[in-house]
Nanobody, 126 residues
Framework: QVQLVESGGGLVQAGGSLRLSCATS????????RAWFRQAPGKEREFVAG????????NYADSVRDRFTISRDNAKITVYLQMNSLKPEDTAVYFC???????????????????WGQGTQVTVSS
């Protein structure tokens, strides 16, 4: 069993920044593909950013590319999402996830991920 706990969400004005963290515990190691997804009210969960097992490859949704940065600290088994230049349309619940099986690449399909956190709310006011 793997437990993921997100933190760092909150209310911010448009143009501001937030840094999300995802702490990991349980039966896992640092070497798994990790990702952030988000879900806005009335919408499906969507891929935001992902990072490969080694951290050498990242993948971003077009809507956040050049504004968000995903990173990982394998010693702490923690994944981060630095979000800059936030927009009202970034408002959503943000979830972190871990993929125990993918060896190379970064899947964007939520079905590829095995464990999920409870989510943290991000609200961007205009």
């Amino acid at each position: 069993q793997v437990q993921l706990v997100e933190s760092g969400g909150g209310l911010v004005q448009a143009g501001g920044s937030l840094r999300l963290s995802c702490a990991t515990s349980g039966r896992t190691s640092s070497s798994h593909t990790r990702a952030w997804f988000r879900q806005a009210p009335g919408k499906e969960r969507e891929f935001v950013a992902g990072i490969s097992r080694s951290g050498g490859k990242t993948n971003y949704a077009d809507s956040v590319r050049d504004r968000f940065t995903i990173s990982r600290d394998n010693a702490k088994i923690t994944v981060y999402l630095q979000m800059n230049s936030l927009k009202p349309e970034d408002t959503a619940v943000y979830f972190c996830a871990v993929d125990l099986h993918t060896i190379t690449g970064v899947p964007t399909n939520a079905g590829e991920y095995d464990y999920w956190g409870q989510g943290t709310q991000v609200t961007v006011s205009s």
